[in-house]
C-alpha cells in the first residue's frame, strides 16, 4: 500500500493531522531513501504502528494478493522483464488502488492536512534533518493534489521513475508503452474489486489507534 492509502486507512480510526502523518511516514522516508525518523510517545508514533500494521494485513490479503497474480501474467504477456514484473505487479496495483480509494472529499481533505501540518508535527523527530527533508516533501506532494485517472502513459513514466534506482526491477523508458496498456487494460478491474480489499483489511485491523 502507498501512501496515500496509508492516509486512507489512518482516517477510519483518526483523522487527525498527526496520525494521518505518522500513517505515511515510513512510505516518505522510504521515497527519501532514509529511515523512518524515531517520534516519542505521540499521535506521529501511533500513526507509524498503524503503517506497519497495515502492511501486514494489506499484503496477505487475498484481493490484494489475486490483483497482483493477475498483474503478473499481464505483464509477461505484453512482454516486460521478469524483475519489472514483479515490480510493477506490486507497485503499479497500489497506484491504481490508490486512485479508487481517493474518491472521498474528506478523505483527501485529511491527507492534505496531514502534508501541511509536516511543518510542525515533525518537530519532534530526532533527527531534524531528515524531519526538513521530509517536511520538503511533504509540501511537494500536498501541492500535487490527490491523482485522480491519470494518463496511462504517465502512470508507466510515475513507475519507470520509481524503480530507475533498481536495476533488477527497473525497466526502460522504450518499454513504457507496454506498462501503460497494462494500467489501461487493468485499471477497470482494480476499481472494481477496490471494496473487496477494503473489506479484506477492514476485518484484518484491530483497532490500532491504541497501539
Known amino acids: 500500500m502507498n501512501f496515500f492509502g496509508h492516509a486512507v486507512v489512518a482516517c477510519w480510526f483518526d483523522p487527525s493531522p498527526e496520525f494521518v502523518l505518522g500513517a505515511m511516514l515510513p512510505d516518505l522516508s522510504a521515497m527519501l531513501r532514509i529511515r523512518t525518523p524515531r517520534a516519542g510517545e505521540s499521535l506521529l508514533a501511533r500513526g507509524i504502528a498503524l503503517h506497519h500494521a497495515t502492511d501486514a494485513a494489506f499484503h496477505t490479503a487475498p484481493a490484494f494478493i489475486g490483483m497482483q497474480d493477475r498483474a503478473r501474467v499481464t505483464l509477461a504477456e505484453l512482454g516486460l522483464g521478469r524483475g519489472a ?5 506490486h507497485i503499479g496495483t497500489e497506484i491504481l488502488l490508490d486512485e479508487s480509494l481517493g474518491l472521498d472529499p474528506a478523505v483527501e ?4 492536512a496531514a502534508l501541511y501540518a509536516s511543518d510542525t508535527a515533525l518537530a519532534e523527530l530526532e533527527a531534524q534533518v531528515e524531519a526538513n527533508r521530509i517536511q ?6 500536498a ?4 491523482a485522480r485517472n491519470s494518463e496511462p502513459g504517465l502512470v508507466a513514466r510515475r513507475l519507470r521513475r520509481a524503480l530507475e534506482t533498481h536495476p533488477r526491477l527497473s525497466f526502460g523508458e522504450q518499454e513504457e508503452p507496454q506498462v501503460a496498456a497494462w494500467v489501461a487494460r487493468s485499471r477497470p478491474q482494480i476499481a472494481a474489486e477496490a471494496d473487496a480489499v477494503v473489506a479484506q483489511l477492514r476485518s484484518r485491523l484491530a483497532s490500532p489507534a491504541k497501539a
Open 109 to 112: 481533505r485529511a491527507y492534505l
Open 85 to 89: 514484473v514483479r515490480a510493477v505487479a
Open 143 to 146: 501541492a500535487r493534489g490527490v
Open 136 to 141: 520538503r516533501l511533504a509540501r511537494d506532494l
